[in-house]
């Protein structure tokens, strides 16, 4: 059997031109507007939150309100978009990319020089688009789902916009995959902890560069995982879904709930580390409501000390209640995030084949689509 499109995009030639591209965008735009919904979007979301970038937008949803907040926030004359789609066909990606192209007709501005596709080579309405307006196109994979892009152009290209050196991040995956020392650590825990009994899966970050990573997570197990039907046509009855829970907020609320039911809950609690220290004093320091006597260290370290302390109490109790937890650190920085993001990816083939799953497919997402 043929390793998955994931392992095999390792090995693939697109890392140093999506470098060079990115770097080539960002020499000559001071913004990125990432156009994508689901996979398109949520791994480069993980990198954007983790490093704090503020030179991005990212559209998703066709909400009036939300859109109209994004849009104001557009340097027309120094952004370029880029507009991601496997299908080329996705409702709410079209859409923005219609309002998108023709606001910059309006302006003046060419799509030639300020878009970017993405997606598969086959026939679709936004390859068709790019290819009347002579845009750059970048492709995914045939055999390389949406949710498991992020280390095709999808992801790799806003990645070195940021500044990202991406060659890094693909010889650490490549150790990894030849090693598999943390994907170990995830499978190990699965296989002991992951049982009929386990109603749901919760997520737990705890810290906000995490979101970005935690809202991947989700769609990368509920759409791989929730499946209701085996590869060999017998039905399942349930598999666990995920939840993702914004760490100190949820732990006084959902909290109570799941503790109550600890023994049919299991718990990944990721907690951010090696956060930047100096800015959190600086923002401190120059806050005057705390006075001139505010001495640098104290608040800026206790905050991050405080944080830690509720990601390990809350895993600790849950293993008092008999349930399963497993504390995961994720250090700041993309490389270590990368190893995680694919970490998982190996996880979640490795429950899918062992439940007779397709971890490819997501049939009723499909049906939701127009």
């Known amino acids: 059997m043929s390793q998955p499109a994931f392992v095999d995009i390792l090995y693939d030639t697109h890392w140093k031109p999506c470098q060079a591209y990115g770097d080539k965008l960002r020499s000559n735009f001071e913004q990125l507007i990432i156009v ?56 709410e990606t079209v859409k923005l990319a219609e309002i998108f192209l023709d606001e910059l007709q309006s302006r003046g501005l060419k799509a030639k020089e300020r878009v970017t596709v993405i997606g598969d080579k086959g026939p679709s309405y936004l390859m068709e688009k790019a290819h009347q307006k002579g845009v750059t196109v970048f492709y995914i994979p045939k055999r390389l789902g949406g949710r498991f892009s992020v280390f095709s152009p999808v992801g790799l290209i806003p990645m070195a916009f940021w500044g990202i050196k991406v060659e890094p991040i693909r010889e650490a995956l490549v150790k990894e995959n030849e090693q598999k020392v943390k994907t170990q650590e995830l499978i190990h825990f699965f296989d002991k902890n992951l049982n009929p009994n386990i109603l749901i899966v919760n997520t737990w970050v705890y810290g906000t560069p995490l979101i970005g990573f935690g809202k991947w997570l989700c769609q990368l197990w509920c759409e791989s995982l929730g499946k209701n039907t085996t590869t060999t046509g017998e039905a399942v009855d349930y598999f666990p879904i995920m939840k993702l829970c914004y760490g100190g907020d949820d732990q006084h609320s959902y909290a109570q ?114």
């Open 36 to 91: 994508g919904v689901g996979g398109s979007r949520l791994g480069a979301e993980a990198f954007h939150d983790l490093c704090g970038v503020t030179n991005t937008l990212l559209f998703s949803n066709l909400c009036p309100v939300n859109f109209k907040k994004q849009f104001q926030k557009i340097k027309w004359e120094k952004c370029h978009f880029l507009f991601i789609s496997k299908s080329g066909e996705t409702l």
């Open 257 to 370: 709930q799941n503790l109550a039911f600890a023994p049919k809950m299991l718990n990944l609690c990721f907690v951010i580390k090696n956060i930047d220290l100096e800015s959190y004093r600086n923002l401190i320091i120059n806050n005057n409501n705390y006075g001139k006597g505010l001495k640098k260290n104290k608040h800026a370290e206790s905050l991050i000390a405080l944080t830690e302390a509720n990601a390990l109490k809350l895993s600790s109790v849950f293993k008092q209640l008999n349930g399963s937890s497993k504390l995961i650190p994720i250090i700041q920085c993309p490389k270590e995030l990368s190893i995680k993001i694919f970490s998982f990816f190996t996880l979640i083939h490795n429950v899918a084949v062992k439940n007779h799953m397709d971890p490819f497919n997501q049939p009723m997402v499909q049906v939701l689509k127009y």
